[in-house]
């Protein structure tokens, strides 16, 4: 039987660029994070410069570690000063709260602290999309005031999006945008990307919406 941890958890999110992950999680490990995920993905900066180049696509790292609300604190304010995330394109990093979590270490918030609000400024959009229309989610989120946005690469499993090929079923590619925003911008945001997308029509793409915690490196 699992016990249920009385410490909160945080999922730590950090987006660098490619090849600053391992280092991301050497410095989360000697602040106590037993360890994380590495997913790949590509930002949205842009600049009539980087379009000449066609180098306005940039490869990103996005590593997820979970710890507890303490380790996370640290951890972001640690990785913040080491990385200068409070300079401009040196990576973002934020935290989310955990629910529930269950593997090899489990936890769930206490019935008893469901009702507490805390007050957050930011939110994180994740927009799952088919591949190739992860721009077009991008452009929308821009259109109603978000500033970029990370594009990370997947794959579906959905028994109604499969299609059979040789009566073999292949799982088409995804993206998912990850767009974090402040919470007055929040609205038009996901209305934007509701209509641009279509999200509304059954098979193109899901949105959800995550509290963000902690930030640093946004502006």
């Given at each position: 039987?699992?016990?249920?941890?009385?410490?909160?958890?945080?999922?730590?999110?950090?987006?660098?660029?490619?090849?600053?992950?391992?280092?991301?999680?050497?410095?989360?490990?000697?602040?106590?994070?037993?360890?994380?995920?590495?997913?790949?993905?590509?930002?949205?900066?842009?600049?009539?410069?980087?379009?000449?180049?066609?180098?306005?696509?940039?490869?990103?790292e996005i590593v997820?570690?979970?710890?507890?609300?303490?380790?996370?604190?640290?951890?972001?304010?640690?990785?913040?000063?080491?990385?200068?995330?409070?300079?401009?394109?040196?990576?973002?990093?934020?935290?989310?709260?955990?629910?529930?979590?269950?593997?090899?270490?489990?936890?769930?918030?206490?019935?008893?602290e469901e009702g507490?609000?805390?007050?957050?400024?930011?939110?994180?959009?994740?927009?799952?999309?088919?591949?190739?229309?992860?721009?077009?989610?991008?452009?929308?989120?821009?259109?109603?005031?978000?500033?970029?946005?990370?594009?990370?690469?997947?794959?579906?499993?959905?028994?109604?999006?499969?299609?059979?090929?040789?009566?073999?079923?292949i799982e088409p590619?995804?993206?998912?945008?990850?767009?974090?925003?402040?919470?007055?911008?929040?609205?038009?945001?996901?209305?934007?990307?509701?209509?641009?997308?279509?999200?509304?029509?059954?098979?193109?793409?899901?949105?959800?919406?995550?509290?963000?915690?902690?930030?640093?490196?946004?502006?």
């Open positions: 039987m699992q016990h249920r941890m009385e410490t909160c958890l945080e999922l730590v999110c950090v987006i660098v660029d490619a090849g600053c992950a391992s280092r991301v999680l050497s410095i989360s490990k000697e602040i106590g994070v037993t360890g994380g995920t590495i997913f790949y993905g590509s930002g949205t900066a842009r600049s009539r410069l980087l379009d000449f180049f066609e180098l306005s696509s940039v490869r990103r997820l570690m979970a710890a507890r609300e303490e380790v996370a604190k640290e951890v972001l304010e640690t990785l913040g000063k080491k990385l200068n995330l409070h300079k401009k394109y040196h990576g973002i990093a934020f935290t989310m709260p955990i629910r529930a979590m269950y593997g090899s270490v489990s936890c769930r918030v206490p019935k008893e507490e609000e805390e007050i957050m400024t930011h939110s994180s959009i994740f927009t799952i999309v088919d591949k190739g229309k992860a721009e077009a989610v991008i452009e929308a989120a821009a259109k109603a005031g978000a500033r970029g946005g990370t594009i990370i690469n997947a794959r579906g499993s959905g028994i109604h999006e499969t299609e059979k090929l040789f009566h073999m079923e590619e995804k993206e998912v945008v990850l767009i974090v925003a402040k919470n007055e911008n929040l609205d038009p945001i996901i209305e934007s990307i509701r209509t641009e997308l279509k999200l509304d029509e059954p098979g193109n793409g899901i949105l959800f919406v995550q509290d963000v915690k902690r930030t640093y490196g946004l502006r």
